[in-house]
């Protein structure tokens, strides 16, 4: 959930931003999801990084406690003339001037991003995950991953870069994650 809401904010602020930039609704929303992919890959990675010993309960224990943290973390974000202003407390410490405008607003989320989206596209993102995934399990990554998963100490014997895969599948399912947003 946590990567969902990292590709599903960080595609909506993507949206917003260039909303008058670009104006072709199709170009905008394949940008925006291309942001939030890789928006949510690198925080695989980030997450991945320091949570690579950990099996079973515990992996479980640190994503769900990165949905948490980012549930927590939702922040307010204004644009104005002098750039982007943060702020943790409240709209009114954002400090903007008079022709700002609030992209986030904490726990009401984001307004008046455009709805590019639509339910066959929802289904034809669905079908490219599909396909993705299962090219992943039929290549040979797929099939390390899948040894890594049944028994580390024999694929660690064979010269599988137990870290490597581990890392790539973390980052990809966060990636998949973030289209999902």
Do not use: W
């Amino acid at each position: 959930a946590g990567f969902m809401c990292v590709g599903a904010f960080t595609s909506a602020v993507f949206s917003k931003c260039v909303m008058n930039t670009i104006t072709v609704p199709t170009v905008r929303f394949l940008l925006a999801l291309l942001v939030g992919v890789v928006c949510a890959g690198i925080c695989g990675v980030l997450i991945g990084i320091p949570v690579l010993r950990l099996r079973g309960d515990y992996l479980a224990i640190v994503t769900l406690a990165f949905g948490e943290i980012i549930k927590n973390l939702v922040i307010y974000l204004g644009k104005d003339s002098a750039g982007f202003h943060f702020s943790m407390k409240d709209i009114m410490s954002l400090n903007m001037e008079a022709d700002g405008d609030v992209i986030i607003k904490g726990a009401q989320g984001i307004t008046g991003a455009p709805t590019d989206s639509n339910f066959t596209i929802g289904i034809i993102l669905l079908l490219i995950t599909l396909f993705v995934v299962m090219n992943l399990v039929n290549s040979r990554s797929g099939r390390a991953i899948m040894a890594i998963r049944d028994n580390r100490i024999a694929a660690e014997s064979i010269g599988i870069n137990i870290t490597k895969y581990k890392l790539m599948a973390f980052s990809i399912s966060a990636g998949l994650a973030g289209v999902a947003g």
